[in-house]
Nanobody, 125 residues
C-alpha cells in the first residue's frame, strides 16, 4: 500500500512563506498525478490547490494561489513540494497531499485515490 506523508506545516504571519513536503513510499503505474488540497477550518470540501503530473511535469494551480504557490517534484525521492509565498489569512487550513490517476487539470476530490493525513497551516494577519 502506497503511503503519503506530509510535513512542513506551521504558523506564520501574513506575507510569510512555508514549504510543504509530501513523501510517497513509492510511485506506481496507477499514479500519474500528485498534488495538494486544502480544507478551510470548518469547511467540508477540500479545494484543489496545486497538482503536478508525474508523467510529464505539467502543473496546475487554483486561481486563488496562482503566482504565489509553486509545486515541484523530486522523482528520485518520490517527493512533491509546495512552496507557499505571500501567504494570506485565507490560506489557513489543513493541507492534504493526494495522489491519483487523471487526465488533465486539477482532479476533483473524488478523483484522487490516496490521501495523506494532512498538515495544518495557520496564517495570522
Amino acid at each position: 500500500q502506497v503511503q503519503l506523508v506530509e510535513s512542513g506545516g506551521g504558523s506564520v504571519q501574513a506575507g510569510g512563506s512555508l514549504r510543504l513536503s509530501c513523501a510517497a513510499s513509492k510511485y506506481t503505474d496507477s499514479t500519474n498525478v500528485m498534488g495538494w488540497y486544502r480544507q478551510a477550518p470548518g469547511g467540508k470540501q477540500r479545494e484543489g490547490v496545486a497538482v503536478v503530473y508525474t508523467d510529464g511535469g505539467s502543473t496546475f494551480y487554483s486561481h486563488s494561489v496562482k503566482g504565489r504557490f509553486t509545486i515541484s517534484e523530486d522523482n528520485a525521492k518520490n517527493t512533491v513540494y509546495l512552496q507557499m509565498n505571500s501567504l494570506k489569512a485565507e490560506d489557513t487550513g489543513t493541507y492534504y497531499c493526494a495522489a491519483g490517476f487523471y487526465s488533465y487539470g486539477i482532479p476533483p476530490e473524488d478523483g484522487m485515490d490516496l490521501w495523506g493525513k494532512g498538515t495544518l497551516v495557520t496564517i495570522s494577519s
